[in-house]
């Protein structure tokens, strides 16, 4: 039986294998996202361009080989990084839509019929960091 698999418009980066898909349309702040994660210990996936696949029922990223450790920074160029090959799909953010609630709803996004958590972009500061919080400790029910 084949794979499942999709190719999206999104960077990922992990910690501790936990990976945070980063959606969004060009320019909306991917790739700063994903650099400002990786300055706080986590771990290119892929940059632009990540393919998800299904493994048993869990989501997972990988990158395509052509951009394999390579992430763009806009005004500097194309930076190589230490990359991993894989990485479970825990969560996901939309670089596209601003979060305007202190407490926001909880909500989801489905990729290759697998559900995970979605949270909209910020203009904060604590932003990065409190992801990787996220990721770490998860959101209170």
């Known amino acids: 039986?084949?794979?499942?698999?999709?190719?999206?418009?999104?960077?990922?980066?992990?910690?501790?294998?936990?990976?945070?898909?980063?959606l969004g349309p060009s320019g909306s702040g991917k790739s700063s996202l994903a650099l400002s994660l990786m300055a706080y210990g986590a771990r290119l996936v892929a940059d632009d361009r990540t393919d998800l696949h299904v493994q048993g029922d869990r989501l997972f990223a990988t990158c395509p080989t052509a951009?394999?450790?390579?992430?763009e920074a806009r005004g500097l160029g194309i930076l190589n990084a230490d990359a991993v090959d894989s990485a479970e799909i825990v969560m996901a953010v939309d670089m596209g839509s601003l979060e305007t609630d202190r407490l926001p709803p909880r909500r989801s996004v489905s990729f290759l019929e697998r559900t995970v958590p979605l949270v909209q972009a910020q203009q904060t500061a604590h932003f990065p960091a409190a992801l990787l919080h996220y990721l770490k400790a998860g959101r209170q029910s």
């Open 1 to 22: 039986m084949p794979r499942a698999s999709q190719t999206v418009h999104a960077s990922c980066v992990a910690i501790d294998g936990k990976g945070v898909l980063i």
């Open 67 to 71: 951009l394999r450790g390579l992430i």
